[in-house]
């Protein structure tokens, strides 16, 4: 069965990390662009960071760099979100999304046609 399952979303204060896992099942990560997006409530959704482990591709939006970093454990199957130096602005659902047999890395949703069901992120005092 081809699935994404996301996992380690919660509560944490400003300034704190959480580490989000995605993990796959059904195919093989490396032939895939894997992304994370978040969706605020009154939102529209948005590609935050993307991997592309075939072509040693990483890519993410202004807002993160220097505090989200993507990475993939092939043998596990599994892709992760560490997030440092979070702030209320991140809070959202966060979803992993996978496009096929691409060489690029986009962070456009229209792109990914599976999806996981999403874990949530508060970021609150």
């Known amino acids: 069965q081809v699935q994404l399952v996301e996992s380690g979303g919660g509560l944490v204060q400003p300034g704190g990390s959480l580490r989000l896992s995605c993990a796959v099942s059904?195919?093989?990560?490396?032939?895939?662009?894997i992304s994370w997006f978040r969706q605020a409530p009154g939102k529209e959704r948005e590609g935050v960071s993307c991997?592309?482990?075939?072509?040693?591709?990483?890519e993410y939006i202004d807002s993160v760099k220097g505090r989200f970093t993507i990475s993939m454990e092939i043998a596990k199957n599994t892709v992760y979100l560490q997030m440092n130096s979070l702030k209320p602005e991140d809070m959202a659902v966060y979803y992993c999304a996978t496009a096929p047999w691409r060489s690029d890395c986009p962070l456009d949703s229209v792109e990914y046609d599976l999806w996981g069901q999403g874990t949530q992120v508060t970021v609150s005092s």
């Open positions: 059904g195919f093989t990560l490396d032939y895939y662009a």
């Open positions: 991997i592309n482990e075939r072509y040693g591709d990483t």
